[in-house]
Nanobody, 120 residues
Framework: VQLEESGGGSVQAGGSLTLSCVAS?????MGWFRQAPGKERHLVAQ???????YYVSSVQGRFTISRDNNKNALILQMGALKPEDTALYYC??????????????????WGQGTQVTVSS
């Protein structure tokens, strides 16, 4: 499975960005992770084939994860962005069950990452 992210960029605090990830085939378990320089990769949000959602508390109410199964696409709408949201954002996918929340090690397939930079 190949994953290709797009939509990163630079915005000011309070702004919005939408990330997209297109998979080469349908994969039921998908998520967004982020990694800041010098830090570990952490889960941001995830969704499964039943549309069960999970958000890390720091983005709850500001980010929305969704999927378009017709396009094998995963979307992350990010609003009220903060400088601490600055990171390299990765799309992840796994063909079999992963827990909610899932660690990065639970996911088999990864995109190349897209940079999000939020300035104060």
């Amino acid at each position: 499975v190949q994953l290709e992210e797009s939509g990163g960029g630079s915005v000011q605090a309070g702004g919005s960005l939408t990330l997209s990830c297109v998979a080469s085939e349908y994969v039921p378990y998908m998520g967004w992770f982020r990694q800041a320089p010098g830090k570990e990769r952490h889960l941001v949000a995830q969704i499964n084939g039943y549309d069960d959602l999970y958000y890390v508390s720091s983005v709850q109410g500001r980010f929305t994860i969704s999927r378009d199964n017709n396009k094998n696409a995963l979307i992350l709408q990010m609003g009220a962005l903060k400088p601490e949201d600055t990171a390299l954002y990765y799309c992840a996918a796994n063909p079999s069950w992963v827990p909610q929340p899932a660690a990065a090690s639970e996911y088999k397939y990864w995109g190349q990452g897209t940079q999000v930079t939020v300035s104060s």
